[in-house]
Nanobody, 124 residues
Framework: QVQLVESGGGLVQAGGSLRLSCAAS????????MAWFRRAPGKEREFVVS????????YYAASVKGRFTISRDNAKNTVYLQMNSLKPEDTGVYYC?????????????????WGQGTQVTVSS
């Protein structure tokens, strides 16, 4: 069982930066595939980035590539999402997710564990 708790959201002006954190419980955190998703108001949940635990493979959605960076600190059981050059369209609730088994890492159905989400609001 893994519990995920996100933090770091807030209100920022366009062009600004935020760093989200996702603290995980559980001793096998380092072997989980991790991802960030987001849900904008009135829209479906959207894939942002995934991090495969072995091989260090990451995959970014085209809309955030070059601006967002995922990283993890296995010693702290924490995964981060550094978000730079934020745009109003980045506004939404951001969720981290964990999957013990490899599958389509862009699909929400792959992930067994989800955090409660943290709100990010980017003003123009």
């Amino acid at each position: 069982q893994v519990q995920l708790v996100e933090s770091g959201g807030g209100l920022v002006q366009a062009g600004g930066s935020l760093r989200l954190s996702c603290a995980a419980s559980g001793r096998t955190f380092s072997s989980y595939h991790m991802a960030w998703f987001r849900r904008a108001p009135g829209k479906e949940r959207e894939f942002v980035v995934s991090d495969r635990w072995i091989g260090g493979n990451t995959y970014y959605a085209a809309s955030v590539k070059g601006r967002f960076t995922i990283s993890r600190d296995n010693a702290k059981n924490t995964v981060y999402l550094q978000m730079n050059s934020l745009k109003p369209e980045d506004t939404g609730v951001y969720y981290c997710a964990a999957a013990p088994r490899y599958s389509d890492l862009q699909s929400p159905s792959t992930y067994n564990y989800w955090g409660q989400g943290t709100q990010v609001t980017v003003s123009s």
